[in-house]
């Protein structure tokens, strides 16, 4: 049922911003033993050299929950250098330190779990119920990591059955008739620990802003969204997700765990540049095998098999039979096929006691397919105005490999240095009628230092290269202007930072970066047509700061600000699009004693920019946005521990827009969960 009191709404939003400004907010949840230690590349709990030479950011379970976060996407949120934006086939996409999310490797559970043919992940299909622990490492990242890690890596932990046996029901409930259902359970016999969960969430849509001005002219009526305001156009869905996980962990010197995640993703795409489409299918799910041996204190093997399949479908849904909404047709039907099968092998040598030595292989096979369905009033890019059936299928395969050494040198209790080396190789293996590019291959060497002048104060830089081969999309697309030609991008990264422990309740970190950035790849219009190129040069460069305060057992609160710098130098050194120059975040939370936690999340975005639909340079407008969570535990009946919650996103009602168009005005959600 629609809600028509939207004034009450966001009344009752802005007083729960209100109360937690004036009391704070948050409870810290045990795991349990739930977090998938085996699901790390780079296990950032042991705080060696090599995850503390650089800037990482973790975010827990009960952090994810507190934010009322319901997708991966929206566990990233509010992050320092983190910025999560629509993209414009309806995904959530992240990007980290102006780096955009094919520049990111993004890792569940250590797998590459990403469409093959664009390199990019929907973050909104991974349900952030399954999610024990999110690692984003930024600048000169772990060589472990492998190949395209030029913007960094984040790897998503999912849970694990823990030490009890546990059982969580949730059921919520908003605006448009959106209902999110989530059932997990998991627990241990003996040496065996299991854990599955599933999840049915499903809506209409989001509301747009009571602000918002369907006569805009940057995203209203007759633009590229055309949008009208109340529900967006196409911002529909219907996902599905089923998460197992079976482990034999004896506690001893070997663990071995299998995983099986699938997500059926169905939605709509909020209209984009006049396209009117929506997907018939989405489909993504892995299975990963991971074990791990310690055959003395000086060695540790572990090794890694995955696949990955993604398949989709995409319709044309214009709604004028002569298509007057949405200009020329590039076709009726469309599907992709993406499979992607690899593994690792990483082993541990502990040489001396003040030197260890990791050493990595990486192997990754690509294969994506593909075939539209076009008729008569569909505009092909190469040929026209094209005939009704399917294209032929076209079939784009390729190969990467990666070789990686890392040092870690321990030169006192307080001073280690850490030296890696990768040796990337990628290699296009089907290419259907187009060109073959050959085999393209780098070295990516990298230093970092770690000092810890104090127990309370440490220092940290880190220089190294990183690469980031093409996309198959990049290389092939003949309707996206690939271009075989294309080299790997490759960056110079710099990081300084400093951490700083005030008192035990305040504590502190700075960093700075610069990124050197060559062989850019981006589009060019070349003949009437845009085609894929290697611009000549970027430049990011920026600081992070935090501060981060538990004044007491019940209150905590962290503030965190972004400056980032960017410049394209092929266009004059303008700003890269979609890049905030500045962003401040502010994340509260406070635990009554009566059982209320009250939990507040607010961010302001300046200065980006972005091409508009008359191909202008053009700043996006500066927005502030408040989410609010209530979560109310309520008496424990027959084992069963209720607690209900109402959680608002932009509570302010603000009406703003990124690149992708108009974004959600006030939307809330309430419900009630059950832990057994």
Request: charge should be negative; hydrophobic fraction near 35%; charged fraction near 25%.
């Amino acid at each position: 049922m629609q809600w028509n009191k939207k004034n009450v709404a966001v009344g009752m939003g802005m007083l729960v911003a209100g109360m937690i400004f004036v009391f704070g907010a948050g409870a810290q949840a045990s795991d349990d033993g739930q977090v998938f230690t085996l699901g790390e590349v780079v296990v950032t709990g042991e705080r060696a050299a090599a995850t503390t030479a650089t800037a990482v950011t973790e975010v827990s379970a009960a952090q994810i929950a507190a934010k009322g976060a319901s997708t991966a996407a929206e566990a990233l949120k509010f992050l320092p250098g983190v910025v999560v934006q629509n993209a414009g086939k309806g995904e959530s996409h992240v990007s980290v330190r102006g780096f955009e999310q094919n520049q990111v490797k993004l890792l569940i559970d250590g797998v590459p779990a990403r469409e093959s043919y664009f390199g990019t992940v929907d973050l909104s299909m991974l349900p952030a119920d399954a999610i024990s622990k999110i690692t984003i490492t930024k600048g000169v990242s772990s060589v472990l990591y492998g190949a395209n890690t030029m913007g960094g890596v984040i790897n998503i932990i999912t849970k694990k059955g823990g030490r009890s046996p546990q059982t969580t029901f949730t059921a919520g409930f908003g605006d448009y008739r959106t209902a999110h259902y989530a059932l997990s359970h998991g627990g241990s016999a003996g040496v065996v620990n299991y854990w599955i969960s599933g999840g049915y969430r499903t809506s209409d849509g989001y509301r747009l802003s009571d602000h918002f001005d369907a006569d805009d002219p940057d995203v209203g009526l007759g633009t590229s969204y055309n949008e009208d305001g109340g529900k967006r156009d196409l911002s529909d869905y219907t996902k599905k997700n089923l998460d197992v996980k079976v482990g034999y962990d004896p506690g001893g010197n070997s663990s071995l765990y299998l995983s099986f995640d699938y997500v059926d993703n169905e939605r709509g795409m909020p209209v984009f540049y006049n396209r009117y489409w929506s997907y018939d299918h989405w489909r993504q799910w892995q299975v990963n095998l991971v074990g791990e041996h310690s055959f003395a204190e000086a060695l540790k093997i572990k090794t890694r098999l995955f696949y990955v399949n993604h398949d989709d479908g995409i319709k044309d849904v214009s709604w004028d039979e002569d298509h007057s909404t949405s200009g020329k047709k590039w076709f009726e039907e469309s599907y992709y096929d993406d499979d992607s099968i690899g593994g690792e092998i990483q082993t541990t040598s502990r040489l001396a006691s003040w030197n260890t030595l990791r050493l990595g292989l990486h192997y990754l096979e690509d294969t994506h397919k593909e075939a539209n369905w076009l008729t008569d009033d569909c505009w092909d890019v190469l040929k026209g105005w094209a005939s009704e059936g399917w294209t032929d299928e076209e079939e784009y395969a390729a190969r990467t490999v990666a070789l990686a050494a890392e040092d870690e040198i321990s030169l006192s209790d307080r001073l280690s240095v850490v030296l890696g080396l990768s040796y990337d190789t990628f290699e296009p293996t089907k290419t259907a009628d187009q060109p073959e590019p050959g085999k393209m291959d780098t070295f990516n060497p990298q230093i970092g230092v770690v000092f810890n002048v104090t127990d309370a104060t440490g220092l940290h830089a880190s220089v190294g290269k990183k690469t980031r081969f093409p996309s198959l999309k990049e290389l092939y697309s003949e309707y996206g202007g690939g271009n075989p030609d294309l080299d790997p991008e490759e960056t110079i990264a710099y990081e300084m930072g400093a951490s700083q422990r005030f008192s035990e309740k305040i504590t502190g970190e700075l960093a700075v970066f610069y990124n050197n950035i060559e062989d850019l790849i981006d589009t060019e219009t070349i003949d009437g047509n845009k085609v894929y190129v290697n611009i000549n040069e970027a430049v990011i460069y920026g600081a992070e700061a935090v501060v981060r305060l538990q004044l007491s057992d019940h209150f905590d609160a962290e503030l965190n600000y972004t400056y980032l710098e960017t410049k394209d130098r092929a266009n004059n050194d303008r700003e890269l699009e979609g890049r905030p120059r500045h962003r401040v975040n502010l994340s509260m939370s406070y635990r009554f004693d009566f059982g209320l936690t009250a939990n507040l999340q607010a961010t302001y975005c300046q200065r980006q920019f972005y091409e508009d639909d008359d191909y202008e340079w053009t700043e996006l407008p500066d927005y502030l946005l408040v989410n609010a969570k209530l979560t109310q535990q309520l008496k424990k009946i027959g084992g069963v521990g209720p607690e209900i919650f109402f959680q608002g996103a932009n509570v302010l009602d603000k009406d703003y827009y990124e690149t992708s168009g108009p974004e959600p005005g006030f939307n809330f959600l309430a419900g009630i969960t059950l832990r057994m």
